[in-house]
């Protein structure tokens, strides 16, 4: 489901919009690119720190979209660039092996945020 173009945008650094609700309106919070990490079952981890408003959400609905790019790869028809909006199933964690791979990377982190991908669409 994920395909080559959008491994290819996580090389290059950019903003991930992160977009989760609850019972009220939308939050959104922002992560970079370079922080993100796929799984070989194309699950995504995002190393938290904060994020307490997206994980009271996740806690009532666990549906997140995420909105992601680079300039610096090239999307459809030779386009500069190229984002993707990605659907899924979210959780946070603070234990286990994943935890502490990403705690290694991140000192900040005191949860990781799973994201379970439903679709990825390639939108430029």
Sequence with gaps: MLTDTFHEVLKHEGIVTIVSWADSEPHIVNEWNSYLAVT????ILIPAGIMRKTEENVNVNP???LALGSKNVTGYNNYPGTAFVVEGIARFFDS???FDDMKRK???VTRVLEITVTSAKQML
């Design 96 to 98: 286990g092996a994943e």
């Design 106 to 108: 991140y000192a900040f």
């Design 63 to 65: 549906r997140v979209k």
């Design 40 to 43: 070989e079952d194309e699950r």
